[in-house]
């Protein structure tokens, strides 16, 4: 069965600080790699994709992706208030057999201190 | 652009009424469609995923069915709510292959009274 691991937290980091949000995968074949942020009461929006070993920024935030020990991060410097959220880890493993190829993470609730 | 419409936001349905919950998505075609199902404080539960018109696959059994009657609309529908199908619905679409995740409607609240 696949699994997606993550920290349910809450994390919580000051303002202007680097954020660092961690996720394990159990499914060596998974292929691409999703950072969601959903704010409360809200849907979750894709914010970062992956799908190479080593780093991808995209302004604040640089996902990290090392398949050989199966773990993808979210980096997020200097830190605002706005990033309170939860963020969700997702993974696809699609392989052409059917249409559910991701699988989340339970989501880490990061909170941003003023 | 693609965008994808959900509705309505909110809904207050008492126990053993009927449910219908909308979806729609433009600007692609024969796109993946699936509906999750977010109780307070828990993960992402899929509940049906669809590949095409018609064709409807369920992951979780339970009193909710769904439907795919055009090519962009997605339908999830139950006979007799129970307390229990409370929680945040979504809509999310995909393309086909899903290799660059998920796009998501903006949800439907559900309370069941």
Sequence with gaps: ?114 | SQTIHQWPATLVQPVGSPLSLECTVEGTSNPNLYWYRQAAGRGLQLLFYSVGIGQISSEVPQNLSASRPQDRQFILSSKKLLLSDSGFYLCAWARSPPNYGYTFGSGTRLTVV
Aim: hydrophobic fraction near 30%.
């Design chain 1, 1 to 114: 069965q696949k699994e997606v691991e993550q920290n349910s937290g809450p994390l919580s980091v000051p303002e202007g600080a680097i954020a660092s949000l961690n996720c394990t995968y159990s499914d060596r074949v998974s292929q691409s790699f999703f950072w969601y942020r959903q704010y409360s009461g809200k849907s979750p929006e894709l914010i970062m994709s992956i799908y190479s070993n080593g780093d991808k920024e995209d302004g604040r935030f640089t996902a990290q992706l090392n398949k050989a020990s199966q773990y993808v991060s979210l980096l997020i410097r200097d830190s605002q208030p706005s990033d309170s959220a939860t963020y969700l880890c997702a993974v696809n493993t699609y392989s052409g057999g059917g249409a559910d190829g991701l699988t989340f993470g339970k989501g880490t609730h990061l909170i941003i201190q003023p």
